[in-house]
């Protein structure tokens, strides 16, 4: 049982402990009472960071918030993802230190008050809880996570020069400021925030290791799966290929490459099997091309921006203009090139390279563009606080958009907080507030 703390002004928090929650809920009270024990000397807070979690993983923290002040909510709408969810908690916090760990009980909460004292004694930027350190274990992880983690761990050192045991850990603590200097750099992609740090800081950032046991899940289940898997790899690549080539024009590119074998090999099949006029096979696999693109872009490239049911038969219409138009970009420019004496190859090279600049600008601008998320909502009063809730059943359409594609939009909820200035925060992001 949580014992209610007393609210009102404290002093400033210390220490931030940042947990990215998705389906959760049973979780909470557990993590917050340990967190009151290990933490009874700190001033601490603890923002859970929940993506719009169907198991009321955010009504959770907030029925514990109303009884202790230092437990926040940020709750977001239309979007997830582990990094982006851990980079906005900090931002949302005050300290000048910040910690970054599951929502599952995996990690050790006990370790939290001695990686805050190493970092103060030995002046570091972060400290690192490992499972490879020394006295450091995985636990009882089955066989095959581990190949998976020792992979993906020697993977990651490819971008990670410093020379860290565990860069794969989700269990770390860091200076604001260190973590200020790096955050313009972060991708924000993925669940390896870590790993995107060390390789985004300006500078060699001053670290140190703990050696952590993983403990096994209580509640709830593993979100690893293939697309976690794919969102790391694209991470590693965007930090190998720099900030001059986006990671997300490489895969448009590559699958652009690929739909150069599907147009080839359905007009093999359809010349040469199905014997049809060759106007009429080029048409077909021109499309078929198109479409497979298109679905591979909506899967892997636009993963984020992904279209579903209506939107993703208006978006493919869209995306078949705007290949046509980089078709009619891509002829112009070749003949051009050719016509005033060019080799053929680089002239067709020029009219392809063309053509995949112009479909993949604007078909982010066009076929996935980021959109503002429209919700049925109304801000009301709860407990003295203020909070944005679904009212699906009743009031009118609020349309709040978020501040690009990186922010999206945040609930954040803050028991106490002055109803005005929630109203203020709300006009701010262009979302009208109605208490």
Avoid at 38 to 52: P, Q, S, T
Avoid at 296 to 317: K, M
Avoid at 365 to 384: C, N, Q
Wanted: charged residues 20%; proline residues 4%; contains cysteine.
């Amino acid at each position: 049982m949580i014992e209610p703390v007393i609210t009102g002004w404290q002093r400033a928090p210390e220490l931030t402990i940042v947990i990215p929650t998705l389906n959760e809920r049973e979780n909470i009270p557990l993590i917050v009472d340990r967190l009151n024990r290990v933490l009874a000397d700190v001033a601490w807070e603890v923002i859970f960071v929940d993506d719009d979690s169907a198991d009321g993983t955010a009504d959770a923290v907030r029925a514990l918030a109303h009884h202790q002040s230092n437990v926040r909510c940020l709750q977001r709408l239309g979007r997830r993802g582990l990094s982006s969810a851990c980079i906005e908690g900090i931002l949302a916090s005050t300290s000048p230190y910040a910690a970054v760990m599951d929502g599952d009980l995996q990690h050790d909460e006990t370790l939290l008050p001695k990686m805050l004292a190493r970092v103060k004694a030995e002046r570091l930027d972060i400290i690192v809880a490992s499972r490879y350190a020394e006295n450091g274990s995985v636990g009882n992880f089955a066989q095959s996570r581990v190949v998976i983690s020792d992979f993906a761990t020697r993977l990651g050192k490819m971008v990670v020069k410093a020379d860290l045991t565990d860069p794969m850990s989700g269990f770390f603590m860091i200076r604001r400021d260190a973590f200020d200097a790096a955050v313009r750099s972060l991708s924000g992609q993925g669940f390896k925030i870590l790993l995107d740090l060390f390789a985004s800081a300006p500078r060699p950032l001053r670290f140190g290791e703990i050696p952590l046991t993983f403990r096994e899940r209580l509640h709830g289940e593993s979100k690893l799966d293939a697309m976690v898997a794919w969102e790391y790899l694209m991470l590693l690549l965007q930090k190998l290929a720099g900030p001059a080539v986006p990671v997300r024009f490489l895969l448009f590119a590559m699958i652009g490459g690929l739909g150069i074998g599907t147009h080839l090999f359905t007009l093999w099949f359809a010349t040469h099997l199905l014997q049809i006029a060759f106007p009429v096979a080029q048409a077909v696999a021109t499309v078929t091309a198109m479409t497979g693109n298109f679905l591979l872009n909506n899967v892997f490239t636009y993963r984020d921006r992904r279209l579903r049911g209506r939107r993703l038969v208006t978006g493919l219409l869209s995306f078949y203009a705007v290949c046509g138009a980089g078709a009619v970009a891509n002829v112009g420019v070749a003949s051009h090139l050719a016509g005033g004496h060019h080799s053929w190859w680089l002239a067709g090279l020029a009219g392809a390279a063309v053509s995949v600049v112009w479909n993949y600008v604007m078909s982010s601008a066009f076929t996935w563009s980021v959109r503002p998320v429209r919700l049925r909502e109304s801000l009301v009063r709860d407990g003295g606080g203020s909070v944005l809730v679904d009212k699906s059943a009743g009031g009118e359409p609020v349309e709040a958009e978020g501040r690009g594609e990186r922010m999206g939009l945040v609930m954040n909820d803050r028991v106490g907080e002055d109803p005005a200035r929630a109203r203020r925060g709300l006009e701010a992001a262009g979302a009208p507030a109605a208490v």
